[in-house]
């Protein structure tokens, strides 16, 4: 997404938005779902909104993957 962001690729930026959209929703994380979404939206229309959804974006995948990294701490723990 972001080579696409700085080329300024609209469909491009759509293309990654919506298939990790689809990615993320196996996971049933609604927000990052959600934000991922709003970027496949505003992409269309406005690189500079785009930029502002792709740092939202980023931050709910940081998000999902400590949950990730909890969720696998909280396994090896109870493994041992």
């Known amino acids: 997404i972001r080579e696409a962001m700085d ?3 609209h469909p491009g930026i759509q293309r990654f ?3 990790l959209k ?3 929703a ?3 994380a609604a927000r990052a779902v959600k934000a991922a979404g709003n970027l496949e939206e505003i992409a269309a229309r ?3 909104a785009a930029e502002l959804a792709f740092v939202r974006l ?3 995948l940081s ?3 400590e949950a ?3 969720a696998a701490s909280d396994r090896m723990i109870e493994e041992a």
Request: charged fraction near 35%.
């Open 7 to 9: 080329c300024g690729d």
């Open 17 to 19: 938005a919506h298939a």
């Open 22 to 24: 689809g990615t993320i």
């Open 26 to 28: 196996n996971f049933s």
């Open 46 to 48: 406005d690189l500079v």
């Open 58 to 60: 980023e931050e709910e």
């Open 63 to 65: 998000r999902l993957k």
């Open 68 to 70: 990730f990294r909890l």
